[in-house]
């Protein structure tokens, strides 16, 4: 690879980019604002004396100007922004100064990229994002419906869960008594409505394009595990992207915030709670599956349809899953007494580790 000549460190933003730039010949810095539009950053870019290598924060601009960059011939590097050091007596932040520490950590290589998506991945990642919106919405609008119940002591005493059918029938039956009250019924419970019909209109078009995806394999893999369906299988996919960029399982783990917090000095060596990194998403789809692994393992009928036609490799992976994480969930909570969230967290880091070994197979 030939030597960098021109380093460029960038402060994005909406309206303008901030550029910084470093010559090696010369050793000159250069500060430089542009406007936003992508076309004037990558022009700048191809001016410079090359080689040249850019590196930018990643934000709320995407990786439009990365791919665009790659295009027209100059590396770019897309750096994690919780991943980049800043003195704790650092109380001054500007554009000026957040552009120049991006190129002096780009020089030195101090800087931890961020995997650039492609249009497909980030696309269908962008649906996936959408339906847990539309899920954390659909949740907050049954809560104050509930709550509105509950002011009014109006409780549902019929069979059958609540949200289900008949409790949706009694919803649309009952009465307040007054105008006021009964017209927020009626406008929390049409909200819930189109909640639902958003749902499930992102959810079919989910399973149209899986079949399409870069991660149609992976994902019919990641089923076999128990716990762990399409949507869920899909949701680990759009957040962790490529799981062969892993070397080790320990690695998805870490990616995903569930391995301990660590502050070790000298002799004293402490551990504390998850450092909840990387995805959220991701992780809370982990601990929802862990939760599977209370029961003993089998296979029920459901899981037998997801596995069918799969490689007895997998599904031999799958069935140690079971048996490891079944070990787990007891070791912890009836050997231990260990409070049964802080379980499903352990066995949700071990699931990561399998679901890496599944989709690895190969």
Request: hydrophobic share 40%; aromatic share 4%.
């Amino acid at each position: 690879m030939a030597q960098v000549r021109s380093w460029a460190g960038l402060d994005v933003h909406a309206a303008k980019v901030l550029a910084a730039t470093m010559d090696r010949e010369s050793g000159e810095l250069v500060v430089r604002r542009l406007p936003g539009r992508t076309s004037d950053v990558v022009e700048f870019c191809r001016a410079l004396p090359g080689p040249t290598r850019v590196a930018y924060e990643a934000g709320p601009t995407g990786f439009g100007l990365a791919r665009a960059l790659e295009a027209a011939g100059v590396p770019c590097v897309v750096a994690a922004p919780g991943k980049i050091e800043r003195p704790a007596t650092d109380r001054v932040k500007t554009d000026r100064r957040d552009a120049e520490r991006v190129l002096r950590l780009l020089m030195i290589g101090g800087l931890h990229p961020v995997r650039v998506p492609t249009l497909t991945e980030e696309a269908l990642r962008d649906l996936v994002r959408a339906r847990e919106d539309v899920r954390g919405d659909l949740m907050r609008a049954r809560h104050r419906l509930s709550k509105l119940l509950l002011r009014h002591d109006v409780r549902f005493h019929g069979t059958g869960g609540t949200w289900a059918q008949r409790h949706r029938q009694w919803l649309g039956a009952g009465d307040l008594g007054h105008r006021g009250a009964q017209g927020t019924l009626q406008d929390y419970t049409g909200a819930i409505d189109a909640l639902l019909v958003r749902r499930d209109s992102l959810e079919a078009t989910i399973g149209e394009l899986i079949p399409d995806s870069p991660w149609a394999g992976t994902v019919a893999r990641l089923r076999c595990l128990r716990g762990i369906d399409t949507l869920s299988a899909v949701g680990l996919c759009a957040e962790v992207g490529d799981f062969q960029r892993f070397a080790r399982a320990g690695h998805v783990m870490s990616f995903l915030g569930l391995v301990p917090s660590e502050h070790s000095s000298g002799q004293t060596r402490r551990q504390g709670q998850i450092t909840k990194s990387g995805s959220g998403h991701g992780r809370r789809l982990l601990v929802e599956a862990a939760w599977h692994y209370r029961r003993l393992p089998r296979k029920g009928q459901a899981l037998k349809r997801r596995q069918a036609g799969q490689d007895p490799h997998v599904l031999a992976i799958s069935w140690q899953a079971q048996q490891r994480l079944h070990r787990t969930w007891q070791r912890l909570d009836t050997e231990r007494g260990k409070r049964r969230t802080i379980v499903a967290v352990a066995v949700a880091r071990e699931l990561a580790g399998f679901c890496w070994a599944i989709a690895n197979a190969d």
